[in-house]
Nanobody, 125 residues
Framework: VQLQASGGGLVQTGGSLRLSCSASGITLADAAIGWFRQVPGKERGGVSCISASDGRDYYADSVRGRFTTSRDNAKNTVYLQMNSLKPEDTAVYYC???????????????????WGQGTLVTVSS
């Protein structure tokens, strides 16, 4: 089982990036997917999540209206579209998957069993 977040990079304030979460060994369509971010010295915090069954989604207050999570089941990939980026969005972003309770939304990192390596997003001012 392997998850991989990709698509990070350096972008100016107000810019956009699209992160991808791809997987091998598991089917992401059957899993709830969470996006998290972490900066040095701070806990990993929930950014967004999407349920498996009906595609309901959740966004942290700090990103609501700017970030959007979506699925492409044919590609076994989940995306995090990030618009109007701010310097405070700078972090390592991770995607995670869980199958237990996959119909429920959970922004807690403790709820997720499978994690990928992160991708660094840097927003310059």
């Amino acid at each position: 089982v392997q998850l991989q977040a990709s698509g990070g990079g350096l972008v100016q304030t107000g810019g956009s990036l699209r992160l991808s979460c791809s997987a091998s060994g598991i089917t992401l369509a059957d899993a709830a997917i969470g996006w998290f971010r972490q900066v040095p010295g701070k806990e990993r915090g929930g950014v967004s999540c999407i349920s498996a069954s009906d595609g309901r989604d959740y966004y942290a207050d700090s990103v609501r209206g700017r970030f959007t999570t979506s699925r492409d089941n044919a590609k076994n990939t989940v995306y995090l579209q990030m618009n109007s980026l701010k310097p405070e969005d700078t972090a390592v972003y991770y995607c995670a998957a869980r199958y237990l309770g996959s119909s429920r939304l959970s922004p807690s990192a403790l709820a997720y069993a499978f994690w990928g390596q992160g991708t660094l997003v840097t927003v310059s001012s």
